[in-house]
C-alpha cells in the first residue's frame, strides 16, 4: 500500500541551516538580513495562538576533500553545528558578536514561545544570535558537501549536535549555497592533486564534481572537454554505475523521504534551498587554463544565474541539489540570484505556520 502523509501539527520545530562558507559572503550577508522576518512571521503566529518551541542549528559544507589534505583540512567540520563565528574570511562578523554565547550545554538556539525563554545570551535577540552562528565566513573548502554535511548532522549526529533532533518535532532543513553539491566519500581521490589523478579527472578545480557528477543530453552523457558545450536542460545526477564519483544522490532522498528516513512520517520534514538554477547547463572551454596556468585549457562550467542589478549574486547550476530539495513532500526552491530573499523567508515561515498546532 502506498505511504499517505497525514500533516501532523506540531509544536516543535527544528531548523537545520546549511550555510556555504566556500567564497559565498554576499548571500550569506543576504540571509542574515533577512533572517529578522521569518522570526517576525513566527512570533506572530504565536501571537495569533499557535506557539511553538524551536531548534534552529547551522552546519557549513566543509567536510573537507577526501584523501587530498593539503588544500582542505582532512574531515573539515564533520556536520557539526557551529556556535560561534567566524573571524577570518572577506567579511567581519557584527561587533555584538563579541558577547555572544549559548546557554544550556548546548550548540544551537533554544527559542521555546510556549514558556517565552531562550538560550542567548550576551545580551543579544534571537535574529542576533543566527546572524552569528549563521557567520561562517568564506574560507571553507572548495569542494562542497552540502548534502552530505546535513546527512551526517542528522543521521550519525557527532556528540556535539546532542539534543538537536527531536522525535516529535517538525523538521526544516534549509540549503544556502551557490554551488552544486560534491558530496562524495572521505576516501575519495576525485580531489587529489597528482598526475595520475589529473590524467583521470583533469585540472583540479570544481569541474570534476560537475564532470563526475552529473549527466546531460540524449542519450545521457557526463560533461567533459571532449562533449557538446550545451547549453543543456536535460542533466540529472550521475549514478555511481554510470561512472559517476560522488554519493547517490538517493542517499539523500531516501533519508529525507521515505518513510523511517529521518523521521517515520516523511511528511514531518520540510526541505528548502536558496541556490541556483539548476538549468541551463554550459561548458566553456579557457585557453590558458583559469585555474592552473601552467595548463593549456580547461572546462569551466557556466553561470546559471547572474543577477541583473548585482553581479556579486551569481551561481552554478544546482542539479544534484535540486533533485533532492523537489523529492520532498513539501519543497521550496528558491533562486540565489533574486539578490532578496524576503520571499524566500516568507514561504518557509508559510510553510511552517500551516504544520503548527
Do not use: W
Request: one cysteine or more; a negative charge; proline letters at 8%.
Amino acid at each position: 500500500m502506498a505511504f499517505v502523509p497525514a500533516f501532523a501539527a506540531h509544536d516543535k520545530v527544528d531548523i537545520l541551516f546549511m550555510i556555504d562558507n566556500s567564497f559565498s559572503q554576499p548571500i550569506q550577508a543576504e540571509l542574515q538580513n533577512r533572517f529578522p522576518q521569518l522570526i517576525k512571521a513566527l512570533d506572530t503566529a504565536a501571537m495569533a495562538g499557535h506557539p511553538a518551541s524551536y531548534h534552529i542549528g547551522v552546519v557549513d559544507s566543509d567536510l573537507g576533500a577526501g584523501l587530498n589534505t593539503a588544500n582542505c583540512k582532512a574531515g573539515g567540520d564533520g556536520g557539526k553545528l557551529q556556535v560561534g563565528f567566524d573571524p577570518s574570511g572577506s567579511v567581519p562578523p557584527p561587533a555584538n558578536c563579541a558577547n555572544f554565547t549559548l546557554t544550556g550545554g548546548v550548540r544551537f538556539l533554544e527559542y521555546d514561545q510556549i514558556t517565552g525563554t531562550n538560550n542567548v545570551g550576551g545580551g543579544l535577540n534571537v535574529p542576533d544570535a543566527f546572524n552569528c552562528m549563521a557567520h561562517v565566513g568564506d574560507t571553507g573548502c572548495g569542494f562542497q558537501h552540502q548534502l552530505e554535511s546535513t546527512y551526517r548532522a542528522l543521521h550519525d549526529p557527532p556528540s556535539e549536535n546532542a539534543g538537536f533532533l527531536r522525535d516529535d518535532a517538525l523538521l526544516v532543513v534549509f540549503y544556502l549555497t551557490d554551488e552544486d553539491d560534491c558530496s562524495a566519500p572521505d576516501d575519495t581521490d576525485l580531489f587529489v592533486n597528482t598526475t595520475e589523478a589529473m590524467s583521470m579527472y583533469g585540472v583540479l578545480s570544481s569541474f570534476r564534481c560537475t564532470e563526475f557528477g552529473i549527466v546531460c543530453g540524449e542519450p545521457a552523457a557526463p560533461l567533459s572537454m571532449t562533449t557538446a558545450s550545451g547549453p543543456f536542460d536535460d542533466c540529472r545526477p550521475m549514478k555511481p554505475e554510470e561512472g559517476g564519483k560522488l554519493f547517490d544522490v538517493q542517499r539523500y532522498i531516501d533519508f529525507f523521504t521515505k518513510p523511517n528516513g529521518v523521521k517515520p512520517d516523511p511528511s514531518d520534514v520540510i526541505l528548502a534551498a536558496i541556490a541556483a538554477p539548476p538549468m541551463p547547463v554550459g561548458v566553456t572551454i579557457t585557453m590558458l587554463c583559469a585555474q592552473q596556468t601552467n595548463q593549456p585549457s580547461c572546462p569551466i562550467l557556466n553561470h546559471s544565474c547572474v543577477a541583473a542589478t548585482n553581479n556579486n549574486f551569481f551561481g552554478d547550476p544546482g542539479v544534484r541539489m535540486a533533485a533532492v530539495v523537489n523529492a520532498a513532500l513539501t519543497p521550496q526552491l528558491t533562486s540565489e540570484c533574486e539578490t532578496d530573499y524576503s520571499d524566500a523567508m516568507a514561504g518557509l515561515a508559510q510553510k511552517i505556520i500551516a504544520r503548527l498546532k
